[in-house]
């Protein structure tokens, strides 16, 4: 019975990966802050820049997935500021723009690998509350205000391959700062924010690259706001908390295919404005902002990360995998020594079978292949089978 009751819980788990729960994780490592930016590579989440309640920082830090553990990094390569956008490109981030006693044009590239700032062609606009996203090797900055205080709807494309910055269609709603943007497979998405005579926005507008264009979707369906949160975790959208003339702490995904919004659970954390989010693999997160105090709390939406509780998988099993985490090597010890081994299975937390072996005398896996993340090894017996949650770190 116990064997049965792992399976059925392995289904739940892998079938409901992206549930609706928000985990408390550690608090961010710097100080507590609105008006940050950031991005997510692989399996760390990195943010940085901001104010806090004594200046306007340029320090720099990365989270990571698999130990919950944050790291100062190299401090940003431009000046201390606020309200810059940041987004990455394959293994590389990058952030600019956002403003410190003017409004900021220039733009930097973060390599993980090496801790370093490499500073890129300055961006054909000084703006700061802009947004910004990423698609394939392509980086888009749109809307934002200048220093005249004249805000826009245009958009910028910044390649990759030739570092250089090109007029786009400009955006299809109103001009606009504070806004949402974020990507969902090879489309971006802008919506929310403060358009002229300070109105609160609540429209959504859908880009195109391959044409160049914007299509209006369906209005977001919280409020109208500013300062809000937005994101996208495989096939979604989500955009949360900001201001409607109240500190807001709903929670929306957006469904591309059928172009509707779901809510879901509220944020975690106190309702607030100008905080900071992210995804990594099935999870989102939010960090930071202003809820009339300055913030430091750190927020997961998901149920996959690698600290969320497994006692209920690992009761009673008949195998130990050691270590718990680690390069890609990992070790079996079977605590019943006459069992029969069937098969060894590894899924991702998609639910994807990643490796297997028919090897009834295995007891070390190589799994060094794979990338870093979290991962589910299934023991399968004559008597059962039994589940290890097991984490890749590189």
């Known amino acids: ?5 792992t399976l059925i819980l392995m289904i739940f788990l892998f079938s409901n990966c992206f549930s609706q729960t928000w985990l408390q994780r550690a608090n961010f490592g710097g100080t507590a802050r609105y008006g940050s930016t950031g991005f997510s590579i692989g399996t760390k989440g990195y943010i940085g820049v901001g104010r806090d309640m004594s200046s306007q920082k340029n320090d720099f830090w990365e989270w990571n997935q698999a130990t919950n553990v944050w790291t100062q990094k190299a401090n940003f390569g431009g000046t201390a500021r606020e309200s810059a956008v940041g987004f990455s490109i394959g293994t590389k981030g ?3 723009l956002g403003k410190d ?3 900021k044009n220039d733009f930097w590239e973060y390599d993980p690998s090496l801790n370093t700032w490499t500073q890129k062609a300055n961006a054909p606009i000084s703006r700061s509350d802009a947004t910004g996203f990423s698609i394939g090797s392509k980086g888009y900055v749109a809307a934002g205000i200048d220093a005249g205080n004249f805000i826009y709807n245009d958009l910028y494309e910044w390649n990759q391959a030739t570092d250089t910055w090109t007029t786009k269609a400009a955006f299809g709603g109103v001009q606009r700062y504070y806004a949402v943007g974020f990507c969902i497979g090879n489309k971006g998405y802008i919506g929310t924010g403060t358009g002229p005579g300070n109105a609160k926005l609540n429209d959504f ?4 690259p391959s044409s160049d264009s914007w299509v209006q979707k369906t209005n977001f369906g919280g409020t109208a706001r500013t300062f809000a949160v937005g ?3 495989g096939s979604k959208g989500y955009i949360g908390t900001g201001n409607d003339a109240a500190y807001k702490n709903d929670f929306w995904e957006y469904d591309p295919g059928v172009n509707t919004w779901t809510q879901k659970a509220n944020f975690g954390g106190s309702a607030r404005y100008t905080a900071f989010g992210f995804g990594i693999g099935t999870c989102g997160y939010i960090c930071l902002g202003y809820d009339g105090n300055y913030k430091n709390d750190f927020w997961e ?4 990360s690698p600290a969320s509780s497994v006692s209920e998988y690992n009761s009673e099993s ?3 995998v050691y270590p718990s985490a680690g390069s890609g090597m990992f070790f079996l010890t079977i605590k019943n020594p006459e069992l029969k081994i069937q098969s060894v299975d590894v899924y991702n937390t998609m639910g994807e079978k990643v490796f297997e072996t028919k090897n009834e005398l295995i007891r070390e896996i190589n799994l ?3 990338p870093s993340g979290l991962y589910y090894l299934k023991l399968n017996t004559e008597q059962g089978a039994s589940l290890k949650k097991i984490i890749i770190t590189k």
Do not use: P
């Open 301 to 304: 939406y998901g149920s996959c």
């Open 1 to 5: 019975m116990k064997h049965i009751y």
């Open 94 to 96: 990058y952030i600019g």
């Open 101 to 103: 006693v003017a409004k």
């Open 231 to 233: 994101f996208s975790v």
């Open 205 to 208: 507008w859908e880009y195109d």
């Open 368 to 370: 060094q292949a794979l």
């Open 318 to 320: 008949d195998m130990a």
